[in-house]
């Protein structure tokens, strides 16, 4: 059992499951070895971790901003989602709020993000499958590439249809109109539950958190108000910074876990004539973070929740293209050649680099054939940055 070297009295202590069992014999010394590599677990904290810039500069959202207004700031600053808070308050040195409409200007008022203040997380993925929603018509039955252990499916399900001119007046309206709060209220439960993290905890804290809360991106709280974000991303960086001191198990390859551990291999597949819409829906659907999409049974790209970051009112229409045609939008053009995959025989820290390095939530795992002098790649799997997280987490219960 690990305790949190944070003394806040709300953290919970990370405790041994049942679910970890099929990780002991592979540890041996795999995971204990080096001083160092403990010392990065235990006594880095979430402050020396997260990114600077976050830190520095928290994008936050008021409750009250419009949803094309709240696309558009996540869209100019690059990210997937942020913090929503109540109704915006300035503060002056005293702790009194008054709301900036009314007031609040000179220099002894300063914007703080205050715990209490906080509404929760929300991003372009819940803003587009309300938006989805909007358009759905009838159930129509889609034939499907579904696992490696089925060649189809026939599933029905409601898809995008064509938004005629009076529904894209209705759209544009509720962009125009409609506040953040509304959606948000409208979400399902995980996006606004209070998962958040000290400025204080440790590594092994920030991954236990991450790990288990279905956001990928966590506030970080100090002397009870938010100061920034932190993200999978940052946790895997800072491992890869660090790669010269990790434990022996992070250069074993993939194939030394169990596959049930570390691989989707309930993965979907898409033809690159499919439409966006139709490709997120089934990834909200499904719960996946990314659809492979095949040609001639061979993987030619993927459609991931990366692939929507940029949209806001100006674009959301092009989620109506086919998913080849939408990907050239964004400068992501269907060639097998610029997949970033890797294989069972790749090491667990040379996938986390490449995840990193591309900036990608994870990354598809093939498995190279040859069959009658012709090669193709067959699909193992998907591995993600949470499921990353998820086996480190485990691991780290057993120290």
């Known amino acids: 059992m690990l305790i949190n070297s944070n003394n806040n009295s709300d953290r919970k202590e990370i405790e041994q499951d049942d679910s970890i069992k099929p990780l002991i014999p592979l540890l041996s010394n795999l995971f204990f070895e080096d001083k160092r590599w403990l010392d990065l677990v235990f006594h880095t904290s979430v402050n020396e971790i997260a990114n600077k810039k976050s830190l520095n500069n928290l994008i936050s959202i008021d409750s009250h901003t419009t949803v094309g207004d709240t696309m558009v700031i996540l869209k100019n600053n690059n990210i997937f989602s942020a913090p929503i808070f109540k109704e ?36 372009v993925h819940e803003i587009i499958a309300f938006m989805i929603g909007i358009f759905f ?47 948000l209220n409208l979400a399902p439960p995980n996006p606004r ?25 966590l506030p970080i709280v100090k002397d009870n108000t938010i100061i920034g974000i932190l993200s999978r991303t940052d946790i895997l960086s800072k491992l890869v910074s660090n790669k010269q001191i990790l434990p022996e198990i992070f250069h074993k390859p993939l194939s030394y876990f169990p596959r049930q551990h570390l691989l989707d291999s309930d993965y979907w597949s898409i033809y690159p004539d499919t439409t966006a819409s139709f490709a997120f829906h089934i990834m909200e659907k ?50 097998k050649n610029k997949i970033v995959s890797a294989t069972l025989n790749t090491s667990l820290i040379d996938v986390i680099q490449l995840i990193v390095q591309h900036k990608i939530h994870g990354l598809w795992i093939l498995r190279p054939t040859n069959q009658d002098s012709n090669h193709h790649d067959e699909i193992e799997g998907f591995i993600s940055y949470k499921s990353i997280l998820d086996i480190i987490n485990n691991l780290i219960k057993l120290l």
């Open 88 to 123: 915006n308050c300035v503060y002056n040195s005293q702790g009194q709020s008054i709301r900036v409409d009314n007031g609040g200007e000179g220099d002894d008022w300063e914007n703080k993000h205050y715990l209490s203040d906080y509404i929760g997380m929300l991003g």
């Open 137 to 183: 018509e009838e159930k129509t039955s889609y034939q499907l590439n579904y696992s490696p252990y089925s060649t189809s499916e026939t599933i029905e399900i409601e898809t995008w249809k064509l938004p005629k001119p009076k529904d894209i007046s209705k759209n544009s309206q509720f962009f125009k109109d409609t506040p953040i709060l509304d959606l």
């Open 193 to 217: 539950k209070m998962d958040y993290i000290f400025s204080t905890d440790n590594m092994a804290m920030a991954i236990k958190v991450l790990s288990e809360s279905k956001l990928t991106r």
């Open 286 to 335: 499904k719960e996946k973070q990314s659809v492979a999409i095949v040609k001639d049974k061979q993987l030619v790209s993927n459609f991931s929740l990366t692939d929507i970051k940029g949209i806001d009112e100006s674009n959301i229409l092009d989620l109506n293209l086919e998913i080849k045609d939408y990907l050239e939008k964004i400068n992501k053009s269907i060639d």
